[in-house]
């Protein structure tokens, strides 16, 4: 047990020195190779996580375990930013991510943007012949005015609107964007609970439309119908640009006196090596 929080006390000490520049993995696997053959304790990080930012942290969490090999990340889910807050407080999180930025009152946390993430708006395969709308069609789609996938060029079928609560972080972002505040929602909308409810319907339910990660759509490589909004793709070219607007950050709270080890995964998280990982899973990684 010494020589393992050795290894993540040197490790954090080597990254702020430099001499882990650009975390190459033959230095970091250096580094977690040097425990004594008799030592077999494993240093625990609890993260609690939701939605996309589940998805960006256990790739980050991925790529840093297989080269520290002594250091297990396990995931509770969180539900709401302020549960996730109130869990590294009270020490029952070491870090917790959320699909918002925050500005934190209490001094003895710290919050830090990772990446970002654009909502994609996507239909079942069903949906031939759309690849675009229009902000107008899409309020007309999620207030209910619009019904037939025909009335702008699509398939002699019903529109099957797959919806969100209002206090979730894409729900949020659609009227900020395009439906508007005071835009009411259409009564044949089908209102799920998560993002993931939202993701799995759109895949098994023809003629559906709904709103979710694209980073999330881009690694499971998803087939769905992805539309352009007013004719902006939801690439990271255009997410990097401001050009396509509909996007949420990923951020990580923490305690300003984490242990060794939750700080030295955390100065993984902000090198190069993770912001690689976090882009070919679809995420624009914050400026490194």
């Not at 990254?15 to 250096?30: M, P, R």
């Not at 902000?135 to 999620?142: D, G, M, Q, V």
């Not at 964007?177 to 939202?198: F, P, Q, V």
Request: glycine share 6%.
């Amino acid at each position: 047990m010494k020589n393992s929080l050795w290894l993540i006390a040197t490790l954090v000490i080597c990254i702020f020195l430099g001499e882990l520049s650009g975390c190459t993995t033959s230095n970091i696997h250096q580094f977690s190779t040097n425990i004594l053959s008799g030592s077999q304790a494993y240093l625990e990080i609890k993260i609690g996580s939701h939605g996309s930012t589940y998805l960006a942290m256990k790739t980050l969490a991925d790529a840093y375990t297989s080269q520290v090999k002594n250091v297990h990340i396990s995931f509770v889910p969180m539900a709401q930013s302020m549960v996730a807050l109130k869990g590294v407080r009270d020490e029952l999180l070491d870090i917790s991510s959320v699909d918002e930025e925050l500005k934190l009152e209490d001094s003895t946390l710290e919050y830090s943007e990772t990446a970002k993430d654009a909502l994609l708006v996507a239909t079942h395969p069903s949906v031939s012949g759309i690849t675009n709308l229009t902000t107008e069609n899409l309020r007309a789609i999620y207030s209910g005015k619009l019904r037939n996938w025909q009335d702008i060029g699509g398939p002699d079928a019903t529109i099957v609107v797959l919806d969100l609560p209002e206090d979730d972080s894409v729900k949020r972002l659609q009227r900020k964007h395009y439906l508007g505040k005071d835009l009411k929602n259409s009564k044949t909308a089908i209102l799920l609970l998560t993002e993931e409810d939202a993701i799995a319907a759109v895949q098994n339910i023809p003629y559906s439309i709904g709103v979710f990660s694209s980073a999330y759509v881009t690694s499971k490589q998803l087939r769905l119908n992805p539309l352009t909004l007013n004719g902006v793709e939801a690439t990271l070219e255009n997410v990097q640009t401001g050009r396509y607007q509909m996007v949420r950050p990923i951020g990580i709270i923490s305690k300003k006196s984490s242990s060794q080890a939750v700080k030295a995964f955390l100065q993984f998280v902000r090198c190069k090596q993770a912001a690689s990982v976090l882009q070919k899973s679809g995420f624009l990684p914050r400026d490194r």
